[in-house]
C-alpha cells in the first residue's frame, strides 16, 4: 500500500445505485472503484492492486461467496480484506461469509459510520499484515523441518501457521488452510465442540489438564483420520496467552477408529431469499438517499415529505426483516444449544432500547444475580427484544419495567413485568400465534412478535406465557430455559 495515496477500495454489487451510495460514503477518504459484476472484479483485481474489497452476496454469474474464495485462495490476493456487505443478515448467512474467507461483514442496508469503521480498521489491519509477512514465512521455514503436523491457532480460532507435514495429511494446500477457522475447516461436525471447549481451557491457561488429547480430523477428500495431539500454548513477552501450538501424529491405522461425517441438509427456500435479499436490498437503497437528501434539502414542505419517507421506509424494513425471521425460524427443525450467560444479553438488549426508554421517561429495574448460566442458542436474544420492546411500547410513560432472573430447580425463569393495560383472560391464550395482536387499536403492528417467540421456545423445548402483573396493572411475560 503507498502511503502517500489514498488507499484502494473495490466495491462490487450487482445494483448500481449500492455502488454509487457507497462511493458517496468513502470516495472523500479513499479511492473507490465500483463493478457490477464478479467477473469484472476478478479481472479488475489482476491488473490492479486494491487494499479492500466491499462484496455483496447475491449476484448473477459467481456470487459473492464464490469471488471472496476465489480471493481468499490465490496467493496474490488472499491478503486483501474482504467485507461482506449484504441484505442477508442470519447467523448462518454470517457464518458462510466467514466460511468463504471474509474478514468482515455488514447488513444492509449499511449504515455510513458503520461502514467508514470498519473499512478503517481493516486497511490499518492490511498495512500491519504487510509487514508481518516476511516473519511469518521466516517462522514457516522452521516449522517444516519437524517430521510432524505442527499447526499455530490464534485467539480468534484461525490457523496461523501449519507446517508441510500438516498440509500433506490434511491434502490441503497452505493458502486453503491459513487464516481459515481451523475447527471449522479441518474437524468433522460431531467434534467441533468438544475440541473448541479443549481449546478454550488452553487459553484461559489450563495447558496441564488439556496438555494431550485426540480426535479427528477431515481430509480433504472427505476421509477421517484420528490425530493424536500434544498441545502448548504460546505467551509473548509480557506472558499473554497469544494462541496454541499443536504437534500432531497419525494414529488412524493404530486406533482403526473412523467415524461417518456428518451431513447436514440445508433448507432453502426461494421466498425467504427474495424478501431477505431483493426486497430489503431495495428498501436499504431507498434508506440511503433519503438520507442524504435530508442534509441537502433546505424547503420545509420537502423536508417534510422525505421525513415521511424516512418514517414509512423504517417500518417496512422492520415489516421484511420480522417475516423474513420468522419464515427462517419456521424452516428451522431444531437449535445448536451451547452454555450461555442470559445476564449479559439481557443488559444489552435494556441498552440498545435506551432511545426508547428517555422518550417515554421510563425505568426498567433489574432483579437477581448477574450469572444465569443456560443451555440455548444465541436467538434466545429475539425473545428478550421483543418482550421489552412491546413493554415500552405498551407501557404509560413514567412507568417502570422490571426485569427478573428466577432460578427454578433445573431451570432458569426470566420474565419482563409492566405497568400497561394488561391483556384478558380470553386473549392470553392467542397473543402468541401470529398475526394476533388483541386490543391494541392505537398501535399498528404486524403481530409477529410474540410469534416469533413461541417459535424460538418451541425450538428449545421451553415453556413461555403471560400473566398478570400481581403488583397492580400490566402483565407478565416470562419463559424458562434448562440450566446450563
Same mark, same amino acid.
Given at each position: 500500500?503507498?502511503?502517500?495515496?489514498?488507499?484502494?477500495? #473495490?466495491?462490487?454489487?450487482?445494483?448500481?445505485?449500492?455502488?454509487?451510495?457507497?462511493?458517496?460514503?468513502?470516495?472523500?477518504?479513499?479511492?473507490?472503484?465500483?463493478?457490477?459484476?464478479?467477473? &469484472?472484479?476478478?479481472?479488475?483485481?489482476?491488473?490492479? &492492486?486494491?487494499?479492500?474489497?466491499?462484496?455483496?452476496?447475491?449476484?448473477?454469474?459467481? =456470487?459473492?461467496?464464490?469471488?471472496?474464495?476465489? #480471493? !481468499?485462495?490465490?496467493?496474490?490476493?488472499?491478503?486483501?480484506?474482504?467485507?461482506?456487505?449484504?441484505?442477508?443478515?442470519?447467523?448462518?448467512?454470517?457464518?458462510?461469509?466467514?466460511?468463504?474467507?471474509?474478514?468482515?461483514?455488514?447488513?444492509?442496508?449499511?449504515?455510513?459510520?458503520?461502514?467508514?469503521?470498519?473499512?478503517?480498521?481493516?486497511?490499518?489491519?492490511?498495512?500491519?499484515?504487510?509487514?508481518?509477512?516476511?516473519?511469518?514465512?521466516?517462522?514457516?521455514?522452521?516449522?517444516?523441518?519437524?517430521?510432524?503436523?505442527?499447526?499455530? *491457532?490464534?485467539?480468534?480460532?484461525?490457523? =496461523?501457521?501449519?507446517?508441510?507435514?500438516?498440509?500433506?495429511?490434511?491434502? %490441503?494446500?497452505?493458502?486453503?488452510?491459513?487464516?481459515?477457522?481451523?475447527?471449522?475447516?479441518?474437524?468433522?461436525?460431531?467434534?467441533?465442540?468438544?475440541?473448541?471447549?479443549?481449546?478454550?481451557?488452553?487459553?484461559?491457561?489450563?495447558?496441564?489438564?488439556?496438555?494431550?488429547?485426540?480426535?479427528?480430523?477431515?481430509?480433504?477428500?472427505?476421509?477421517?483420520?484420528? /490425530?493424536?495431539?500434544?498441545?502448548? *500454548?504460546?505467551?509473548?513477552?509480557?506472558?499473554?496467552?497469544?494462541?496454541?501450538?499443536?504437534?500432531?501424529?497419525?494414529?488412524?491405522?493404530?486406533?482403526?477408529?473412523?467415524?461417518?461425517?456428518?451431513?447436514?441438509?440445508?433448507?432453502?427456500?426461494?421466498? @425467504?431469499?427474495?424478501? %431477505?435479499?431483493?426486497?430489503?436490498?431495495?428498501?436499504?437503497?431507498?434508506?440511503?438517499?433519503?438520507?442524504?437528501?435530508?442534509?441537502?434539502?433546505?424547503?420545509?414542505?420537502?423536508?417534510?415529505?422525505? %421525513?415521511?419517507?424516512?418514517?414509512?421506509? *423504517?417500518?417496512?424494513?422492520?415489516?421484511?426483516?420480522?417475516?423474513?425471521?420468522?419464515?427462517?425460524?419456521?424452516?428451522?427443525?431444531?437449535?445448536?444449544?451451547? =452454555? @450461555?450467560?442470559?445476564?449479559?444479553?439481557?443488559?444489552?438488549?435494556?441498552?440498545?432500547?435506551?432511545?426508547? #426508554?428517555?422518550?417515554?421517561?421510563?425505568?426498567?429495574?433489574?432483579?437477581?444475580?448477574?450469572?444465569?448460566?443456560?443451555?440455548?442458542?444465541?436467538?434466545?436474544?429475539?425473545?428478550?427484544?421483543?418482550?421489552?420492546?412491546?413493554?415500552?411500547?405498551?407501557?404509560?410513560?413514567?412507568?417502570?419495567?422490571?426485569?427478573?432472573?428466577?432460578? =427454578?430447580?433445573?431451570?432458569?425463569?426470566?420474565?419482563?413485568?409492566?405497568?400497561?393495560?394488561?391483556?384478558?383472560?380470553?386473549?392470553?391464550? #392467542? /397473543?402468541?400465534?401470529?398475526? *394476533?395482536?388483541?386490543?391494541?387499536?392505537?398501535? !399498528?403492528?404486524?403481530?409477529?412478535?410474540?410469534?416469533?417467540?413461541?417459535?424460538?421456545?418451541?425450538?428449545?423445548?421451553?415453556?413461555?406465557?403471560?400473566?398478570?402483573?400481581?403488583?397492580?396493572?400490566?402483565?407478565?411475560?416470562?419463559?424458562?430455559?434448562?440450566?446450563?
Amino acid at each position: 500500500m503507498n502511503e502517500k495515496s489514498l488507499p484502494k477500495i #473495490l466495491i462490487i454489487d450487482d445494483e448500481p445505485y449500492n455502488v454509487s451510495l457507497m462511493e458517496a460514503y468513502l470516495s472523500l477518504d479513499y479511492d473507490t472503484t465500483g463493478v457490477l459484476s464478479g467477473e &469484472d472484479a476478478l479481472e479488475m483485481i489482476k491488473t490492479d &492492486d486494491f487494499d479492500l474489497v466491499i462484496l455483496d452476496i447475491m449476484m448473477p454469474g459467481l =456470487s459473492g461467496y464464490e469471488v471472496c474464495k476465489i #480471493l !481468499k485462495n490465490d496467493v496474490k490476493t488472499k491478503f486483501i480484506p474482504v467485507i461482506m456487505a449484504t441484505a442477508l443478515f442470519e447467523k448462518g448467512d454470517q457464518i458462510r461469509s466467514i466460511e468463504a474467507g471474509a474478514d468482515d461483514f455488514l447488513s444492509k442496508p449499511v449504515d455510513q459510520i458503520e461502514l467508514k469503521t470498519r473499512v478503517r480498521s481493516l486497511i490499518k489491519v492490511k498495512r500491519l499484515s504487510d509487514n508481518l509477512i516476511s516473519e511469518r514465512d521466516q517462522a514457516q521455514r522452521y516449522l517444516d523441518i519437524a517430521g510432524v503436523i505442527m499447526v499455530v *491457532i490464534d485467539p480468534d480460532q484461525k490457523v =496461523s501457521l501449519i507446517n508441510r507435514r500438516g498440509c500433506e495429511v490434511l491434502g %490441503r494446500s497452505e493458502e486453503e488452510v491459513v487464516g481459515k477457522n481451523w475447527f471449522e475447516v479441518s474437524l468433522p461436525i460431531s467434534e467441533q465442540q468438544q475440541t473448541k471447549d479443549v481449546f478454550d481451557n488452553l487459553m484461559s491457561g489450563n495447558g496441564s489438564e488439556y496438555e494431550y488429547n485426540e480426535n479427528q480430523i477431515v481430509i480433504k477428500n472427505g476421509d477421517l483420520r484420528v /490425530i493424536s495431539w500434544q498441545n502448548r *500454548i504460546i505467551n509473548d513477552d509480557h506472558g499473554n496467552i497469544t494462541g496454541v501450538l499443536s504437534s500432531g501424529e497419525d494414529v488412524t491405522e493404530e486406533r482403526c477408529a473412523k467415524k461417518e461425517l456428518e451431513h447436514s441438509n440445508e433448507l432453502k427456500d426461494l421466498f @425467504i431469499d427474495i424478501l %431477505r435479499h431483493d426486497m430489503l436490498n431495495t428498501a436499504g437503497v431507498v434508506k440511503g438517499f433519503t438520507e442524504v437528501l435530508l442534509k441537502r434539502v433546505t424547503d420545509d414542505p420537502q423536508l417534510e415529505m422525505l %421525513r415521511t419517507i424516512k418514517r414509512n421506509n *423504517i417500518k417496512m424494513i422492520g415489516l421484511i426483516q420480522n417475516a423474513a425471521r420468522f419464515a427462517k425460524l419456521e424452516s428451522i427443525d431444531h437449535l445448536q444449544l451451547q =452454555s @450461555i450467560n442470559l445476564c449479559p444479553i439481557l443488559n444489552e438488549v435494556v441498552d440498545s432500547f435506551s432511545k426508547e #426508554l428517555d422518550k417515554k421517561q421510563m425505568n426498567i429495574e433489574m432483579i437477581g444475580g448477574d450469572s444465569c448460566q443456560a443451555m440455548v442458542d444465541p436467538v434466545i436474544e429475539e425473545v428478550f427484544f421483543n418482550f421489552i420492546s412491546n413493554a415500552i411500547k405498551y407501557g404509560p410513560e413514567k412507568s417502570t419495567i422490571r426485569i427478573e432472573g428466577v432460578d =427454578s430447580d433445573d431451570k432458569w425463569v426470566i420474565s419482563v413485568c409492566d405497568q400497561g393495560e394488561g391483556i384478558s383472560g380470553a386473549d392470553k391464550s #392467542l /397473543i402468541f400465534e401470529r398475526f *394476533i395482536r388483541v386490543n391494541k387499536t392505537n398501535i !399498528k403492528g404486524t403481530g409477529l412478535g410474540l410469534a416469533i417467540v413461541k417459535r424460538i421456545m418451541d425450538l428449545h423445548e421451553g415453556e413461555f406465557g403471560v400473566k398478570d402483573n400481581p403488583e397492580g396493572k400490566g402483565s407478565v411475560f416470562w419463559v424458562s430455559v434448562k440450566k446450563a
